[in-house]
């Protein structure tokens, strides 16, 4: 095995803590605080990405050894390895909510790969850090198998996401309150290992400008530029605001990507918006089943819906906007800030019609006929509980050579995308299937022939995607000492465009049994 490399950039450039003891405090004018994993009795391996592990270089006999699992239990350290908690601040909700930080999240290195790639190793659940505030620093099985398995379910969608390497249980009981309701339970503990190269947030910029911190903050900038935007060459004024814009634009792409897939984040708060344009911490996300943009599973926001599906790509607009201040002292006008900010609105509604244009295997999107003919097929499949992923998926078997079948014939490749029966009426059919009649003549100036459409089409439109319920069935095996489903799912999560052969029951639409049970539809931030 090639020898596991680490190059701790982020501590040799920017401000460290200089206090050194693990309890709860403001920490000023640092990026970071060097903090240990506590020690777990019994580390016990449930599942680790084999692709993760490859980009690493880890060997499978590495991955399968007794070491591995200490080491991403926290009980042992590899050479080079240097633990540290990130402090950055955040809007929560819509208000600041001053320094949060790496509160169960410890960093154990930037490691190094043959292909001179990096990567930041950071475990999620390993214990109380100075940023801990009242919260005790560990996670719970069902979150950090929801983490696990969605991280690499995105990735294998082409959502750009940062990773995860394993899971493992920790031996330890975990007291939660899953909804909040005063009925708080033990439950296994466990830890995550995310791989990302970079975990930088808004929220890490902001916590500076909040203090008047300027130094700090241009440090940060710097080093992120230097780090994670390398292309855009020495750090100036002029580059800031190019790196701003990219940003923007990275941010877009991620949108408009949550949009085609149907992932709700659920706590989209400034804190966990990646400064490179990365889906980060999973906590209470979930996936659209009938397309419904006002669905959020975060029953935290049940009231206000701030993070709904179908607001997401307006958040990111806000969140942008209160980076867009946390620069600001180094940019000293505002204008050129507004200006980015008018950039991400036009590149993402540019973006997004280009993929809605992709979803239904159109070449290009033509102006206001084809914005009609999306606005009103979103619209007609919002009237009755309509599976999203099926739909899209199904609709290449919708026979488009004849215009003169009938609203039965054109709906019938579609029909395992309804959840209830009863709401096909007559009007809800004829509307859908007139709908059908016009998408049958778009696609006669479609310049692309129906193989190349259907290849298009399932290129964007996933068979597979990680279904709340299916994380939930995985949860409670592994609570049972079984994590042969989490294994099953992460294989099938790693094709999610392609027909797999046996595999069907994951591509179904959500059981009626999961309707409306905890972990399938409802969430909670407690993890
Ligand atoms: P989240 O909304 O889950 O991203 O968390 C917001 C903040 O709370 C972050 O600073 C987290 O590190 C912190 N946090 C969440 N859960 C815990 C926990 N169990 N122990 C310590 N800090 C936590
Ligand atoms: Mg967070």
């Given at each position: ?26 920490v ?30 880890f ?38 909510a ?64 940062t ?18 309701d ?22 890490s ?51 408009v ?26 906590g ?24 709904r ?33 008018n ?37 007609t ?22 215009p ?12 395992d995308?309804?959840?209830v ?18 998408y ?79 972990g ?8």
């Amino acid at each position: 095995m090639h020898t596991i490399q680490f190059d701790n950039q982020f501590l040799k450039k920017l401000p460290a803590d200089c206090e050194s003891g693990n309890y709860v405090r403001q920490v000023h004018d640092a990026c970071y605080s060097m903090v240990e994993p506590i020690k777990v009795s019994q580390p016990q391996l449930v599942a680790y990405s084999s692709k993760v592990a490859e980009q690493l270089d880890f060997s499978s006999d590495f991955c399968d050894s007794d070491e591995f699992v200490e080491v991403f239990s926290g009980n042992k350290q590899l050479d080079g390895m240097q633990p540290y908690a990130m402090c950055y601040g955040g809007h929560q909700f819509g208000n600041w909510a001053g320094q949060l930080g790496d509160g169960r999240a410890i960093n154990l290195g930037q490691l190094i790969n043959s292909k001179n790639e990096r990567y930041i190793l950071q475990l999620k659940g390993a214990g109380p850090t100075p940023y801990s505030r009242s919260a005790d620093g560990l996670a719970v099985l069902r979150s950090s198998v929801r983490e696990f398995l969605c991280s690499e379910a995105m990735y294998h969608l082409g959502v750009p996401t940062t990773r995860a390497l394993s899971v493992v249980l920790t031996g330890e009981q975990v007291v939660r309150d899953m909804f909040y309701d005063g009925n708080p339970e033990p439950e296994p503990g466990a830890i995550v290992c995310r791989v990302s190269p970079c975990f930088t947030r808004f929220g890490s910029f902001e916590i500076f400008t909040s203090r008047g911190q300027t130094g700090v903050l241009e440090q940060l900038v710097n080093y992120t530029i230097d780090n994670d935007f390398p292309a855009l060459g020495k750090p100036c004024r002029e580059v800031y605001l190019q790196w701003f814009r990219e940003v923007c634009e990275h941010t877009a792409r991620l949108m408009v990507d949550w949009m085609r897939v149907g992932f709700v984040h659920g706590v989209m708060n400034t804190d966990n918006m990646s400064i490179t344009g990365l889906t980060i911490d999973y906590g209470p996300y979930g996936w659209l089943e009938n397309y419904d943009p006002q669905w959020t599973p975060n029953t935290t926001d049940a009231q206000g819906k701030r993070y709904r599906y179908g607001h997401q790509p307006q958040i990111a607009q806000w969140n942008l906007f209160k980076l867009a201040n946390a620069i600001y002292p180094l940019i000293k006008q505002a204008q050129p800030l507004q200006e980015m900010l008018n950039h991400y609105a036009e590149f993402y509604n540019s973006s997004w019609q280009t993929m809605m244009a992709s979803k239904l295997g159109l070449v290009e999107f033509n102006g206001d006929e084809d914005e009609a003919l999306i606005m009103d097929l979103l619209n007609t499949l919002k009237l009755v509980e309509t599976d999203m992923t099926i739909f899209f998926r199904r609709l290449t078997e919708v026979d488009v050579s004849n215009p003169h079948q009938s609203d039965d014939e054109f709906l019938a490749p579609l029909i395992d995308a309804y959840y209830v029966e009863d709401q096909l009426t007559n009007t809800y059919k004829s509307k859908m299937a007139d709908w059908l009649r016009r998408y049958t003549q778009r696609l006669a100036t479609n310049s692309l022939s129906t193989s190349d459409r259907i290849k298009l089409m399932n290129s964007v439109n996933p068979k597979y995607v990680l279904r709340n319920y299916l994380a939930q069935l995985a949860i409670d095996k592994s609570a049972q000492g079984d994590h042969s489903l989490v294994n099953e799912i992460l294989e099938v999560m790693r094709n999610p465009y392609e027909a797999q052969p046996g595999k069907e029951k994951f591509a179904q639409k959500r059981p009626d049994w999961a309707r409306h049970r905890p972990g399938c539809s409802m969430l909670s931030c407690s993890s």
